[in-house]
């Protein structure tokens, strides 16, 4: 099949709208890492199961289908805030390795109860704005990928005024700084912590959500490829950066559409790990991240 410039811009475009899904995922693997210094590996499992409690609940309950974007995002940070206190809130400071693989733990847990509650079936999930589509010049735009990316850049917005403008944000930079010197200032590393874990879980509640409106369905198979690609746009951006989530989630997205229109869906993964591959070997530290020492 021949492909045009037309098809590669356009796959692009849709790369870019979904991308935005990713970004929030990068978000939140950075904050809980910028935070804690601490990678929470439960954090898409969490995500994932937020969307499937929301659709549960509009299911059961009869509530407008809007709504499944309000109330799996709330679920999320519940998960979150449950994954903190289970996996992070009460082991050793001086065991690095014990919050890691306890959320490794969480991740499969989770994954295991979405499964036993589905049967492993995938579901079908709302898509707002499904049956709209823009037109300009020769390219298109689904009105579901508009809804995500808007959705999307509105809860970054919100983020960084929380992270910038407000005691909350102070704080928590003030105890991923330095926790001692923030504890002797008064404020409280462990329930900072916390909120930061609920803040995360609710970015990653919607972007379940958001990731499961644009396929259309959700499965429990999602949960693993979003870890991974969350854990690769967090690299990417660089370990920590906000700004480098933001951009890398958008990247890897429009970079994975563009694979999968030259490639096929089976290679477009071989591709995206290759582009992580070139970052860790010529720019470690990702696009914003600070320099390493390679010695």
Request: aromatic share 10%.
């Amino acid at each position: 099949m021949a492909i045009d410039f037309i098809d590669v811009v356009q796959a692009i475009i849709d790369g870019l709208l979904f991308g935005s899904t990713y970004a929030l995922i990068g978000l939140g693997f950075t904050l809980i890492f910028g935070a804690m210094h601490k990678l929470n590996l439960a954090y898409a499992a969490s995500a994932i199961a937020g969307a499937y409690v929301g659709l549960a609940v509009i299911s059961l309950s009869g509530l407008p289908i809007v709504l499944t974007f309000v109330l799996g995002p709330v679920a999320g940070g519940v998960i979150g805030f449950g994954v903190y206190i289970t996996c992070f809130r009460y082991m050793p400071a001086t065991n690095m390795l014990a919050p890691l693989m306890a959320s490794i733990g969480a991740l499969f847990f989770i994954d295991e109860i979405i499964i036993h509650a589905t049967a492993g079936s995938p579901l079908a999930f709302p898509a707002v704005m499904g049956d709209v589509f823009l037109e300009i010049g020769d390219y298109g735009f689904r009105g579901d990928l508009i809804f995500v990316l808007v959705t999307s850049l509105i809860a970054m917005l919100v983020l960084l005024y929380v992270l910038f403008g407000t005691r909350l944000g102070l704080a928590t930079r003030a105890v991923s700084q330095q926790v001692v010197a923030a504890e002797l200032c008064g404020i409280a590393s462990h329930r900072t912590n916390a909120t930061t874990f609920a803040i995360t879980g609710v970015l990653g509640g919607l972007a379940g959500c958001m990731a499961a409106a644009a396929v259309g369905v959700i499965s429990p198979l999602l949960t693993v490829p979003i870890t991974v690609k969350g854990l690769i746009v967090t690299v990417i951006g660089g370990l920590g950066s906000i700004p480098g989530a933001i951009v890398a989630g958008f990247a890897v997205g429009g970079f994975e559409n563009l694979f999968l229109l030259l490639f096929g869906v089976n290679q477009r993964d071989i591709y995206v790990f290759l582009l992580l591959f070139v970052f860790l070997v010529f720019r470690p530290n990702g696009l914003f991240g600070k320099a390493i020492n390679r010695d």
